[in-house]
């Protein structure tokens, strides 16, 4: 089933204790559909500048991502500076210029009406919102957020969550919006604004699906589920980790005829899958030259690192 | 088989959102005891003071911890107070008062000489070093540490770990010791160091279990597993976790005939069920009042959180 995601094209320079990369495709619609590409369908909504080229093009037609979304404005597309010499868990941004990202009005072509999923990646909730009423009829809707919007945007960002089935959010972030430092009592209170599902992602030490009120002794288990991180001796970019995640955890949803608590389950591990990829190397070059085949043996390693038996 | 502990027993004043305990029991040998009891037979080595009376020896026998080797001198037990009112994840400390422990000279009981396992829980390299030289023949010996060892007491630690199996440090302590910020070159540097299998504790996210040169795309899987920790909705107190894990791993291990690594990733799991137990109530109350039953029920909970089927 396809997935319509709306959110960054972009460039990014990026300077890591592996070295730099200047003016790299980057942004959080680009890092979610190249992962979800080798599920499902994908079909992205979003705007870039005269700076965007065959080159950048080349990068979605070569993994049959659809473009008629990918609207064509005067002036640079979105730009990102951001170094992680400090701290390779957390980005230090220099430069945001949202150049033709300033003005954007989604328009959803006609083509991608039958669209059973939708994305909405980390953009302003009222583009959110306004993506996710435009398209009423879709089976599921996944989005992502991050602290600026939690911070200064809630009640937007409040109206967005009431449209959620899946939130993917970081820790520090879950903690912020539900204003609650217990992570299982926070994502109860995250649930309750309305997203049934919540992914909290915790970087190098994975993430936790929360569906219904979470182990302790009284509740049935089975309603939360972890997934570690792929212990990693080299971690070259953490750039766009979080949205290959997703990409790898909605587009194996969207990839299954129904969305069991076992399609879940393996959703997780994809996600966590194509995040390890994606950090491999620099921008999306891992994700670019993935096979499916390189896919499905890093998921066998999940299981090993995992698994009893 | 029978496991010899040598570490602490003590008496902790606890202070933690939950609420406050005056002089509960703690100490590190009390608690690896309590949770390896569940598994086998438990001898510790420890001093106690005058302050140590009935009512602290029936925890242990309640248990059929072996007590022989828990010597009395003239003075007060060793003391710590200590609040987790800033941070759930470290405590800060507020008094030690070593008392008896300061003059500690570990004595081995002769009844204790058959046991095939030995565990040295957190105290000085140099005492830890003197027990492990006076139990030459033991099968396998695992150890546990601490930032102030790993930093000012560097060259005798260095030969306590060239005479462990297994190492279990947290993972701020394995980056200290190793130098190294990333994980996985860290724990081969530890490895480097002396114990083959390091065990390193990521307090809410769980554990890793490292052995052999851990998993990449060119080394075998099954070398390196992972389990988390159980997702609370309350942490009442902390303290003693890490010590009731490294109970229930090397508890289930001394309790299989062979170590197989099937035995080593069950015994992470059932290092994290003790663990997560022990942090459900104050001190060592919980562990006190646990039944085998309890222990199954949630190593069974731990697999719905973590297995695809």
Same mark, same amino acid.
């Given at each position: 089933?396809?997935?319509?995601?709306?959110?960054?094209?972009?460039?990014?320079?990026?300077?890591?204790?592996?070295?730099?990369?200047?003016?790299?495709?980057?942004?959080?619609?680009?890092?979610?559909?190249?992962?979800?590409?080798?599920?499902?369908?994908?079909?992205?909504?979003?705007?870039?500048?005269?700076?965007?080229?065959?080159?950048?093009?080349?990068?979605?037609?070569?993994?049959?991502?659809?473009?008629?979304?990918?609207?064509?404005?005067?002036?640079?597309?979105?730009?990102?500076?951001?170094?992680?010499?400090?701290?390779?868990?957390?980005?230090?941004?220099?430069?945001?210029?949202?150049?033709?990202?300033?003005?954007?009005?989604?328009?959803?072509?006609?083509?991608?009406?039958?669209?059973?999923?939708?994305?909405?990646?980390?953009?302003?909730?009222?583009?959110?919102?306004?993506?996710?009423?435009?398209?009423?009829?879709?089976?599921?809707?996944?989005?992502?957020?991050?602290?600026?919007?939690?911070?200064?945007?809630?009640?937007?960002?409040?109206?967005?969550?009431?449209?959620?089935?899946?939130?993917?959010?970081?820790?520090?972030? /879950?903690?912020?919006? !539900?204003?609650?430092?217990?992570? &299982?009592?926070? +994502?109860? =209170? #995250? %649930?309750?604004? @309305?997203?049934?599902?919540?992914?909290?992602?915790?970087?190098?030490?994975?993430?936790?699906?929360?569906?219904?009120?979470?182990?302790?002794?009284?509740?049935?288990?089975?309603?939360?589920?972890?997934?570690?991180?792929?212990?990693?001796?080299?971690?070259?970019?953490?750039?766009?980790?979080?949205?290959?995640?997703?990409?790898?955890?909605?587009?194996?949803?969207?990839?299954?005829?129904?969305?069991?608590?076992? /399609?879940?389950?393996? !959703?997780?591990?994809?996600?966590? &899958?194509?995040? +390890?990829? =994606? #950090? %491999?190397?620099? @921008?999306?070059?891992?994700?670019?030259?993935?096979?499916?085949?390189?896919?499905?043996?890093?998921?066998?390693?999940?299981?090993?690192?995992?698994?009893?038996?």
């Amino acid at each position: 089933m396809a997935i319509t995601v709306v959110g960054s094209v972009a460039f990014d320079s990026i300077e890591t204790p592996a070295g730099k990369r200047e003016r790299c495709l980057g942004g959080a619609a680009t890092y979610f559909s190249l992962a979800a590409s080798f599920f499902t369908d994908v079909r992205v909504i979003a705007v870039v500048g005269e700076d965007f080229g065959k080159r950048q093009e080349a990068v979605f037609s070569a993994r049959n991502i659809d473009t008629r979304g990918l609207e064509r404005a005067a002036g640079k597309s979105f730009f990102w500076a951001g170094s992680y010499m400090d701290n390779l868990n957390e980005a230090k941004t220099e430069i945001t210029d949202l150049n033709v990202f300033a003005s954007f009005e989604p328009k959803i072509p006609a083509a991608y009406g039958d669209s059973e999923f939708l994305f909405l990646a980390n953009i302003g909730p009222v583009l959110q919102r306004r993506v996710r009423e435009a398209m009423p009829d879709v089976k599921l809707v996944a989005g992502d957020t991050m602290n600026y919007w939690i911070k200064d945007h809630r009640p937007a960002l409040l109206e967005v969550l009431k449209g959620l089935d899946i939130l993917l959010i970081n820790d520090t972030e /879950a903690r912020m919006l !539900a204003a609650e430092s217990n992570l &299982v009592r926070a +994502s109860r =209170a #995250v %649930q309750a604004m @309305g997203p049934q599902t919540l992914v909290v992602k915790h970087g190098e030490y994975g993430a936790t699906l929360f569906q219904g009120s979470g182990p302790n002794e009284k509740s049935a288990p089975g309603t939360t589920f972890k997934v570690p991180a792929l212990p990693l001796d080299e971690v070259v970019d953490p750039t766009g980790a979080g949205d290959s995640f997703a990409g790898g955890f909605f587009g194996y949803l969207a990839s299954q005829k129904e969305q069991t608590p076992a /399609a879940y389950r393996r !959703a997780m591990f994809y996600g966590s &899958v194509m995040g +390890s990829f =994606a #950090v %491999q190397r620099f @921008g999306t070059e891992r994700l670019q030259e993935l096979t499916r085949a390189e896919i499905d043996a890093r998921f066998d390693q999940f299981r090993a690192l995992t698994h009893l038996d």
